[in-house]
């Protein structure tokens, strides 16, 4: 079969993403037309959060997009070389090279450009021996800014006993950066104590946490130590703390304060020295703004936050998760898929992952199950992956948006 572009576009497509330069194009306007995968690692923002939108959304204040803006408009030269900045997720600028080359009709008039650029100073491409950012904090996969700044809070968290506090989105991977606080700090050979709050009722959550003495209860047949006993020089884990209700925030804040525990029906109390991680999905200042959180205990947990980016303001992270998946699936079904293909990993950047990380996981998961080659293509992903909406905005070409500079929200 030859190889021909016009009857089969989708060949160019894989080509021009499987290339390691960021490729764009433009209308005679200004207004980008199409937008690859490295494009979108460089600045964070997805493929139909910019088609649409003028090249002046990514204006820095510096003379890049400025001058290719003007040399488009004016015609001057068929080719442009550029470089400077451009303004990327998370309200970082990236330094960048490249050209740009006119486009025109058979009549001879301009119908627009096509470009490419690189990032100046970029960091060298992990192996794939071993997820880059394992080494930072164990368990948690990525390089990218937004993790590169949890990995530092980590680390600075682990040199203190100091109460921690982990926001973000469900699947984000708080219980994980919980475990990597304690795995570097001190107390790391001794207990380390999850507890889910929202997973059991408050009487049941209040035994297990204070233990009990015998007959203090119905079933109470023995005296038992709770959980932030069995954390003694360690480190307990509260998971879904939004979830506590104020009576049981008032019995923790005890605990807390005077560093010691009394189980349910004793008289005495013990003493505890343990340190107190904390994590949730809610907006607890809006839960204390309700009233359903105290104010004492809301400063007493929150001493030192790490923030969990959701995993669409990390795009760049994808292809490493991907990797880092599949390597574990391997190993868990023997099988010896090499990776994600190029089509597929197209998609899975352009999904909003509503799940973040966990559900990229599972996303890999089903795709082991109807993988049949050595690739995962798109089509062993979940529909809701491979299938855009209508308003999805994803195809190369279409024009969802009509200017405005680009905003957090974008790559969402």
Request: proline share 6%.
């Amino acid at each position: 079969m030859p190889l021909d572009f016009e009857r089969n576009p989708r060949l160019l497509d894989g080509l021009l993403e499987d290339l390691e330069h960021a490729l764009f194009s433009v209308d005679a306007r200004g207004y980008i037309t199409a937008w690859n995968q490295e494009a979108t690692r460089i600045t964070g923002f997805r493929r139909d959060a910019v088609i649409g939108r003028p090249l002046a959304a990514f204006d820095t204040g510096t003379p890049c997009l400025q001058v290719l803006t003007k040399w488009l408009t004016e015609h001057s030269e068929p080719r442009h070389r550029f470089e400077g900045k451009l303004r990327a997720r998370g309200e970082r600028t990236v330094a960048v090279r490249g050209s740009a080359r006119l486009v025109r009709d058979d009549d001879g008039n301009v119908i627009g450009a096509v470009g490419a650029f690189r990032e100046l100073h970029r960091p060298a491409p992990p192996t794939t021996t071993a997820p880059t950012a394992r080494d930072a904090i164990p368990g948690l996969i990525g390089n990218s800014e937004p993790m590169l700044e949890v990995a530092r809070r980590v680390r600075l968290a682990a040199h203190s006993d100091v109460t921690v506090l982990i926001q973000g989105e469900s699947g984000t991977g708080k219980e994980l950066v919980a475990r990597a606080v304690h795995d570097l700090s001190a107390r790391r050979e001794r207990p380390f104590v999850a507890v889910n709050c929202a997973a059991l009722p408050e009487s049941m959550l209040e035994a297990e946490l204070f233990g009990h003495v015998q007959g203090a209860f119905t079933g109470a047949v023995r005296d038992r130590a709770g959980l932030i006993e069995s954390a003694a020089s360690g480190t307990l884990f509260l998971d879904e703390i939004g979830d506590l209700s104020p009576l049981m925030q008032v019995k923790l804040l005890r605990v807390l304060q005077e560093r010691e525990v009394r189980r349910i029906g004793d008289e005495s109390s013990h003493a505890v020295d343990l340190r107190l991680v904390t994590a949730t999905n809610r907006n607890l200042r809006q839960l204390l703004d309700d009233g359903a959180m105290r104010e004492d205990f809301y400063y007493r947990i929150r001493v030192y936050e790490i923030a969990m980016p959701p995993l669409r303001d990390r795009l760049g992270d994808v292809p490493l998760l991907v990797d880092w998946f599949v390597r574990q699936q391997n190993e868990a079904t023997d099988r010896g898929l090499r990776g994600a293909s190029q089509a597929a990993l197209r998609r899975l950047l352009d999904h909003p992952w509503p799940g973040n990380v966990r559900e990229l996981r599972n996303a890999i998961e089903h795709a082991f199950v109807t993988a049949d080659g050595d690739w995962i293509d798109e089509d062993d992903l979940p529909a809701e992956i491979r299938t855009p909406s209508p308003s999805d905005g994803r195809a190369l070409g279409r024009n969802p948006r009509r200017g405005g500079a680009l905003s957090p929200r974008d790559a969402e």
